[in-house]
């Protein structure tokens, strides 16, 4: 059981400028798609960057200043430079955070989160752009109804990973998933959590199962045989 991948969320209409695009064209894409970031591609449609409306800020905030005390920090050198820019690749942020169709939503989330920013584009192993997923796209997996998360469970908790037990349930309400019944192993109590805990939309996993036999004390007992403490004779 793996997590959703990014192709499952993202978005695949996505606007797009090039790297000799002038900044006034890029405010009115913005603007008129209503979004925050365009990804800026090259000549070979290639993803080399991302612009945004922070990008074209630069401009409004240093247009009247005279830096006649100039400072010497990196970050305003930067923004400095930005806000002389004409065109796109003056302006981007350099080089694009990109990541892959195939990864799953928890690698886009914590890449996002690393790298504190708002969304991804998505590009193939040659580097070309196939989508662009936000940290919207990731929320909305929860979402997700209750009733979407309970089928999910028993199709692959219950079915593929438990092989159909006949004495369990799931019960969910507001993405808290309560398992209950009984099971024959505790190993197989353990697989059940787990596996619940990774379905997507998921916000707590409640463990009200029970167990026959405890087959774990076995597994603790084999793991001591097989490296036993203390010292050796």
Do not use: C
Not at 55 to 83: G, N, S, V
Not at 132 to 137: E, H, K, N, T
Not at 156 to 166: A, C, I, M
Not at 195 to 220: N, P
């Amino acid at each position: 059981m793996s997590h959703r991948t990014v192709k499952d969320v993202m978005t695949t209409t996505v606007r797009i400028v090039y790297a000799g695009t002038p900044v006034k064209l890029i405010a009115e894409q913005l603007d008129f798609a209503g979004i925050s970031a365009m990804p800026v591609l090259d000549d070979e449609a290639d993803v080399v960057g991302v612009v945004s409306e922070t990008d074209l800020l630069h401009k409004i905030t240093y247009q009247d200043e005279r830096d006649e005390w100039p400072r010497l920090l990196r970050r305003h050198r930067t923004d400095r430079a930005k806000a002389e820019g004409l065109v796109a690749r003056d302006l981007m942020t350099a080089p694009a955070i990109t990541i892959d169709a195939d990864a799953s939503v928890v690698d886009a989330a914590r890449l996002m989160e690393k790298r504190d920013v708002k969304r991804l584009p998505v590009v193939n192993d040659t580097g070309k752009l196939l989508g662009i997923v936000s940290r919207g796209d990731l929320v909305r997996l929860f979402v997700r109804s209750d009733a979407q998360i309970r089928d999910e469970v028993e199709a692959e908790v219950f079915g593929r990973v438990l092989l159909h037990p006949p004495d369990v349930a799931a019960e969910v309400t507001d993405g808290v998933v309560t398992l209950s019944g009984t099971l024959p192993r505790r190993s197989d109590v353990e697989l059940a959590v787990e596996f619940a805990r990774r379905i997507d939309g998921v916000v707590r996993v409640v463990d009200a199962l029970a167990h026959v036999d405890d087959d774990t004390s076995y597994r603790a007992l084999r793991e001591q045989v097989s490296y036993p403490s203390g010292p050796f004779l």
